[in-house]
């Protein structure tokens, strides 16, 4: 069985308090609310100023290819709070980037590290990956944070030209290797 077998596997998993699934295009209002509130992607993409641009974004960068990529629920009511998705995957290497979001009133509550370590045990007991990788900007600290608190160890700092302003920025890289991961 290949990873994307696995992934379609676990297209749907859960948290102790999150639910993770595909995305829907019903999740276009949520994913607006969230897109349209820069301080909640300032490190992702730039902020959307119509629902129509946030449902271009949503199908073409989170429905299109559905694999590994998902929105991340509230358990209770099932309200979308934001996504976390593999950036990259070498199939070859066994590696993969992870990247996420979360609105910014459900920060500070410990959810994205709840995620990103369930995503990490999935990874390396069932999808067969051998190394994760997180990659902040350096201005980025929650991010990091969330980074350290999940298990990954900061490896270096490069710069990077950032892929939507086209500038140089300073980048953090944080990986995560297979034997270091204790559940």
């Known amino acids: ?4 077998t696995k992934l379609a596997m676990f297209s749907f998993f859960e948290t ?3 639910y993770l699934r ?3 295009f019903s999740d276009s209002q949520a994913f607006y609310d969230i897109a349209s509130n820069p301080e909640n992607l300032q490190f992702i993409f730039p902020s959307q100023a119509s629902l129509e641009e946030s449902q271009y974004a949503l199908a073409n960068y989170f429905m299109k290819n559905p ?3 998902w929105a991340i629920c ?10 976390i998705k593999f950036e990259k995957i070498d199939e070859i290497k066994k590696e993969a980037e992870i990247g996420y979001f ?3 009133d459900s920060w500070s509550q410990g959810f994205m590290t709840e995620v990103v370590t369930k995503l990490c045990q999935l990874s390396f007991e069932e999808f067969g990956l051998k190394q994760l990788s997180i990659i902040t900007h350096l201005e980025n600290q929650a991010s990091q944070k969330v980074a350290l608190k999940s298990g990954f160890n900061l490896v270096r700092q490069f710069k990077g030209s950032d892929r939507y302003t ?5 980048y953090l890289e944080f ?7 204790n559940e």
């Not at 069985?1 to 994307?4: D, F």
């Not at 509230?74 to 996504?83: A, P, T």
């Open 16 to 18: 102790e308090r999150l």
């Open 74 to 83: 509230l358990q209770g009511n099932q309200e979308m709070i934001g996504s």
């Open 102 to 104: 979360l609105k910014k």
């Open 175 to 181: 990986r995560y290797i297979k034997g270091e991961f």
């Open 67 to 69: 694999l590994g990529v």
């Open 1 to 4: 069985m290949n990873i994307w």
């Open 166 to 170: 086209r500038k140089m920025r300073d």
């Open 22 to 24: 595909p995305f829907f």
